[in-house]
């Protein structure tokens, strides 16, 4: 279903031409994220001008938090030398702006800004690039069998946590200023824009795609002890590949290691790299002793700390509804029928 609607005054028409050159404008002073085509792969990355964005696509298959969150980070370098030890901050972190960015991916930065900002202590490094970050959002036309960022409170078109939205019409997109962000970056690169006078085609997502039975916090306090998450874990792999690709997923690693040794001084960098609580010795302790031994603790912990832990203590469910994880299992692992699960629990304890 779509309805036919005027858009806000605020929002302006750029053609795909002129797009493409402010996006150049940006290219040659800012650093550039955007969707391109890596081996037949959608992924954020580096684009040198708008002739390297990938614009035909539905969902880059890793989320956006690898701009502000990445994969391997280092934090500093140490050099000893005897008893002498200097520690050199790595460099800070470029202006950037992320281009292209689905609505969910953006959706999933509010649940590490609640964790890495919003809650002491703050992560320098990821505070850092979050600040000299500038979100441009695309809004999806269509949505995935597996997407289901509605039942989760957003939209494929959702603009909320973006700093300026655009949405693809006839010849050209919408522009939707949404932030004091978005705003001094047009300052900054003025777009050539111009008044809309077509018409808006604004889907009605709900009715294009069904919306789940979101389970309240009470279901997963009451079904702790279930045996139905040793049932369903039969089949998980703990291969880690759902966390890896989640745009809320933030559990990480910090370790030291070697680089060289010149002149009588080692050199060492402490990085920080993804982890995941899918991992088998991921809880495991000094003395060898693990609390989480068998695949069904760890995989129920993963659910709860998405939609009962997280919520608890930071505010918002540590899930967008991108869908990423149900396509990327290789045992068919699915979300969206363990929610159904405990949606329907708390209607029969009801009963």
Known sequence: MSLKSNPPASVRFISREHLALWLDQIAAHMLLIAPRDVDGFVLYRKANSAADIFWDYSRPV??????????????FTIEKHGQDVRIIQSEPPPEQVLFGVRPCDAHGLQALDALFISTDPINTYYAQRREKSVLIGLACKEMLQSCF?????????DPRYLDILLEEVVGGYLVQTVSEKGAALQERFPMITNPFFGERVKKDWSKIHAVLDYPPLDAWRLSFNDPYWDAVSEICLSCRACAYVCPTCRCFDVRDEPLTYQAGTQTYERIRCWDSCAGEAYR???GGHNPRPEKGQRLKNRFYCKFYYFPLQYGPAACTGCGRCIDVCPAGVDITEVLQHMAQEVSVEVA
């Open 149 to 157: 960022c509605t039942s989760m409170g957003s939209a494929p078109d």
């Open 62 to 75: 890793m989320p956006i938090k690898d701009a502000l969150f990445p994969p391997t980070e280092r934090l």
């Open 284 to 286: 495991r302790i000094a």
